[in-house]
């Protein structure tokens, strides 16, 4: 525990009582979706965590203080204020900190202040990875790095193809992340559940990834352990559509000069003005998709203390 960290009422409660937790992203509020949208979604996320059985913690900086659960008054504070709020990767976190500010955390952010709370899974949409042309960019997410030593487990719809997913592959691969398919075995590619590459294990209940987590922990391998799991099939996109919109977004984001950490919530944004809305209403049945899984898994990983 340290200072900085305020973990809600709720969350505490759950924690002492050995009760599952789920934490929950805040720069999917503030830059993934836009608002009112953004606000419900991460409102209905948390109701789909409860019915499923667990307690969810969204995750964000609020005045400095980094919270374990926001309460709903919060989640609308970081939802209209949008791309304002600060989005708040590792290396944002000492100034954010220091000066009160507010910030959203990204899958590194939540990875970090989860551990800090002692929470061990984690639902989001989609993950940061290597970006198409990395070799000359070196935008690489530090969400990889963030996997690689930090132990808590993160379950997504895989990766968006704004990223290369092969050498996103290879990346986690260097840095010993396990990658799961959940009920597939290949990647999914976040709008649609197919992108031609083979993830290394496909697993098919929640129990089997709570032991495989389990073991990971037991034997004191850092880091934590990435769960892809595909967008049901009624909600996929036809990859067409979808891969013409982030072509077009990419070609838009070069000729621009967007870098930094404004290129993915750039490519988000514009991807869907460019397939007006669909892939906002994907976006977010995957991701209650995400949270009903890992609840389901937080509770099977609580039974095996
Ligand atoms: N990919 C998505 N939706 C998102 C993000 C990524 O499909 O909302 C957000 C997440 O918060 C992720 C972050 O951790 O963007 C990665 O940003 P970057 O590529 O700058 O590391
Ligand atoms: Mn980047």
Request: aromatic share 4%; hydrophobic share 40%.
């Amino acid at each position: 525990m340290n200072n900085y960290l305020s973990i809600s009422p709720q969350v505490q409660q759950a924690l002492d009582e050995n009760l599952p937790v789920v934490a929950l992203e805040s720069t999917i509020i503030s830059h993934g979706m836009p608002y009112p949208q953004n606000v419900e979604t991460a409102l209905r996320v948390e109701q789909t965590i409860r019915e499923a059985g667990a307690v969810p913690a969204t995750v964000a900086i609020i005045g400095g203080r980094l919270k374990a659960g926001c309460t709903p008054d919060e989640i609308e504070y970081l939802g209209r204020k949008g791309q304002a709020v600060t989005k708040a990767s590792r290396r944002d976190l000492p100034v954010l900190v220091a000066r009160g500010m507010d910030g959203a955390t990204t899958v590194t952010t939540t990875m970090i202040i989860a551990a800090m709370a002692g929470i061990r899974v984690f639902a989001t949409g989609g993950i940061g990875g290597v970006h198409r042309g990395a070799e000359t960019t070196m935008d690489i997410s530090a969400d990889l790095e963030e996997l690689a030593m930090t132990p808590v487990m993160v379950i997504c719809a895989g990766a968006k193809s704004i990223l290369d997913l092969g050498l996103t592959l290879e990346y986690l691969e260097t840095k010993g992340v396990p990658v799961i398919g959940y009920g597939t075995d290949e990647l999914p590619a976040f709008y649609t559940r197919h992108s031609g590459f083979k993830v290394d294990y496909r697993i098919d209940t929640p129990e089997e990834l709570a032991a495989a987590f389990r073991a990971k922990l037991d034997m004191g391998l850092r880091g934590g352990m990435l769960v892809t799991n595909p967008i049901p099939e009624q909600y996929s996109m036809p990859p067409e559509v979808i891969n013409r919109a982030i072509d077009q977004a990419i070609d838009e984001a070069n000729r621009q000069g967007i870098h930094g950490k404004q290129v993915t919530p750039f490519l988000l944004a514009r991807v869907k003005d460019l397939t007006g809305g669909d892939s906002l209403d994907s976006n977010i049945q995957l991701v209650l998709n995400n949270a009903r899984l890992a609840a389901l898994t937080a509770a099977a990983l609580q039974a095996l203390k």
